[in-house]
């Protein structure tokens, strides 16, 4: 399957959620299964028990001209903090007093540490280029709706990181710059999270969520990064969520990134989901929107009627990229007995099976593409590899139609999904107008171990016909 880029994990809830409101010293793979069972009603667990409606930045905190990073030549100042109807604006000011010309980043990918009253935020983007001795300001905003899922209502404090790169190409990053309101001394930091956020009824209520199950077990505690909340519900559209709140309780920065992902002990996604950034001290979600990860219609031809049990891995890294523990199993049961199918077996080796489960269009709009989805089957105690050979798919006997499969690795005694987009722009080149016209398919596959020697391989015949 396509290895999809890193995506942020703040980035993704948003996606997940905002569409209701308008990603060392530790032996092989630790298992932890946290139970989330059952549904329950609106609030439970919640501290509001009447519907409030919510205001936003109610108390409107001040800040004074305050300088938040001074070294080797630059200057990051934050002049003001300003209100809108539904937005606080930070106005900062970003003097280069040295003789290079540099360029400043923040909230990009690779460097994305930004955390408002305790937690990460996915905010602040900037990238003002400098010549020496000019100076810059830019405003970032910061959204009361995106605040209120979090429990936050007034702001007491800002933590900004920037990267900045000279003409020479040297890069410093600046570490977390503090900036405080005044309103940090009085504020009572432990209301903030996610849990606390969702939980509350009004916001429920507001929002359109529900079905809401939290959990409260430790499921990892790796090297002063825990996750000792998570919480399951269902958004106004009636997709699935699954949220999870990372401490960091360390020194340093870290990075954390979720990947292979199954249902109901099928793997659906190889490859890593999302990722996050948690500084010292604060906390940050990590979550995933399970249609996100398989398409409801994808989901149906495997027979996953009903997710029961989600599992990945979650690895720790540091900033630059460096892998800090092994890969932990993490399993969350989310109640009922969801199972999979596996489909109709197209090929059986001494190494692996081959199973199509169906083909069905793209759920996008606008859309002409189709998925046929695959289920590999590694039967060996070996890690293997799937590879698809240049031009070894074939529809209507042309190799010229364009697919999305590229390797896939299936860890030992596994079954592995391939969802198999067909691209419809290149239907002109197989000489079909669209998937009607389709009237065979053949893809060819190589299983490889871990040397990369081949083990054996086929040619699969495929069946075209839609699935209903």
Request: hydrophobic content about 35%; some cysteine; glycine content about 10%.
């Amino acid at each position: 399957m396509m290895n999809r880029r890193y995506r942020f994990f703040l980035l993704l809830l948003c996606l997940c959620i905002l569409p209701a409101l308008a990603g060392c010293g530790f032996p092989g793979i630790q298992e932890i299964v946290e139970h989330l069972g059952g549904g329950v009603e609106w609030g439970t667990g919640g501290p509001v028990e009447t519907y409030v409606p919510w205001v936003s930045f109610p108390l409107k905190p001040t800040i004074g001209e305050t300088v938040i990073y001074d070294r080797d030549g630059v200057r990051i100042t934050a002049k003001k903090l300003e209100y809108g109807s539904s937005r606080a604006d930070l106005t900062l000011e970003f003097e280069n007093l040295g003789e290079k010309e540099i360029e400043l980043y923040s909230n990009i990918v690779g460097y994305a540490y930004n955390s408002i009253n305790g937690h990460m935020f996915s905010f602040g983007y900037v990238n003002p280029k400098l010549a020496p001795g000019e100076a810059k300001t830019e405003t970032v905003s910061v959204y009361g709706n995106e605040l209120s899922l979090y429990n936050i209502s007034d702001i007491a404090d800002f933590e900004l990181c920037f990267r900045i790169r000279d003409s020479e190409n040297h890069i410093t990053y600046t570490g977390p710059c503090a900036l405080k309101t005044s309103l940090a001394d009085s504020y009572d930091y432990s209301k903030v999270s996610f849990r606390a956020g969702i939980t509350n009824r009004g916001l429920q209520k507001e929002y359109g969520f529900t079905d809401v199950r939290p959990g409260d077990r430790v499921i990892y505690d790796v090297l002063g990064v825990k996750i000792a909340s998570e919480t399951v519900f269902r958004n106004q559209n009636g997709d699935t969520i699954l949220s999870m709140e990372a401490e960091n309780t360390g020194t340093e920065q870290k990075y954390l990134v979720m990947k292979n992902v199954a249902f109901n002990g099928l793997l659906v996604y190889s490859g890593n989901w999302t990722n996050g950034y948690v500084n010292p001290g604060k906390t940050g979600t990590v979550s995933m929107r399970l249609e996100q990860v398989l398409g409801t219609a994808q989901r149906k031809l495997a027979g996953i009627e009903a997710v029961s049990e989600v599992s990945f891995e979650l690895i720790q890294e540091d900033i630059s990229g460096k892998a800090l523990a092994d890969p932990a199993q993490i399993t969350l049961s989310l109640g009922g007995s969801g199972t999979y199918r596996k489909g109709t077996e197209l090929f059986r080796g001494s190494y692996a099976a081959v199973y199509q489960c169906g083909v069905c269009p793209d759920e996008s709009k606008y859309s002409q593409d189709y998925h046929v989805v695959l289920v590999y089957e590694n039967l060996t105690d070996q890690e293997l590899t799937i590879r698809f050979p240049y031009k070894g798919f074939l529809v209507n006997g042309s190799d010229e139609a364009s697919m999305s499969s590229y390797s896939l690795k299936l860890p030992p005694k596994s079954c592995v999904l391939e969802d198999m987009k067909v691209y419809s722009y290149s239907f002109d080149d197989v000489g079909i107008e669209d998937w009607s016209e389709v009237k065979e398919m053949s893809l060819r596959i190589e299983v490889e171990n871990r040397s990369y020697k081949t083990l054996e391989d086929a040619t699969l015949t495929l069946d075209p016909s839609v699935t209903e």
